[in-house]
């Protein structure tokens, strides 16, 4: 069940319902047009929804032209807080279908002006509770990166591990992720950039303070996305570790994130 994350953004007057801006992902990985993202025939489904604002949560529609009545979701979470569980719908095991092929957009009526924006996990299939049991984790490593992130939008982040692991492949199978600025942070959409593939899975990073003392304390939550299935294309070899891309509402300035993982060969 690999899966991608994707964004919208957007910065709007109030009481204005409008198209929300794709965030641009490369063109290897989804393309866009203006406000939109060609969903692919790979990720079909969409599993998991987080709308982060400055202070009022919207209305947020997901639509397509095939798709007669818009995905609606109402929930909201302030991007300065420190894990995204209001504003984060986790539906892996009843995702929702989407037309491959066709644009994917992202509509919001906000009641104040301020900037919103929404992250989706897109799967390929659901996740069943026998793929879930199917994992025998056998490393737990974390990493950091200082590369300052590029507010509102995807920043490749060079990450820095905590061990080097015994030769071998291993399945990603767990993530938690923090993010931290000096003054002014936001929550992160945070997704591993891992070598020889294009999906791009990952969670949301809540904000840490400046001794990671809030992500150290993070323990791992399905209801939001990061304990994982095993997924023998979500893996990489021993020594050719992923790195990650942030997009944050600002320009956050450490990050850090722990991966559980399982030894495949």
Same mark, same amino acid.
């Given at each position: 069940m690999p899966f991608d994350l994707i964004a919208f953004y957007e910065n709007q007057d109030a009481s204005s319902g409008l198209l929300m801006s794709a965030v641009n992902t490369g063109e290897s990985i989804y393309r866009t047009k203006d406000d939109d993202i060609i969903v692919k025939k790979r990720a079909p489904l969409l599993g998991a929804l987080t709308q982060l604002v400055a202070s009022t949560p919207g209305v947020v529609e997901i639509r397509q032209p095939s798709l007669k009545i818009p995905y609606t979701f109402i929930r909201g979470e302030d991007h300065n807080s420190s894990r995204p569980d209001e504003g984060h719908y986790h539906f892996w095991d009843r995702p929702l279908p989407l037309y491959p092929g066709e644009k994917l957009n992202c509509h919001i009526l906000q009641a104040t002006s301020e900037i919103s924006w929404v992250v989706l996990a897109l799967l390929s299939q659901k996740c069943t509770r026998s793929q879930m049991e199917n994992v025998n984790p056998t490393h737990r490593i974390w990493a950091y990166s200082d590369t300052d992130a590029v507010a509102d939008a995807w920043t490749l982040c060079e990450l820095t591990y905590s061990h080097s692991l015994p030769k071998g492949r291993y399945a990603i199978v767990g993530m938690v992720g923090g993010t931290m600025k000096a003054s002014g942070p936001t929550m992160a959409a945070m997704r591993l950039v891992i070598p020889d593939t294009t999906w791009r899975p990952g969670v949301m990073a809540g904000i840490c303070d400046a001794d990671n003392s809030q992500f150290k304390n993070l323990g791992y939550r399905w209801d939001l996305g990061q304990l994982w299935p095993l997924m023998p294309e979500i893996a990489f070899e021993h020594d050719d570790m992923p %790195?990650? @891309?942030?997009? =944050?509402?600002? =320009? %956050?300035?450490?990050?850090?994130? @722990?991966?559980?993982?399982?030894?495949i060969a």
């Open positions: %790195n990650i @891309e942030i997009l =944050a509402g600002a =320009a %956050n300035e450490n990050h850090f994130l @722990e991966l559980v993982l399982q030894k």
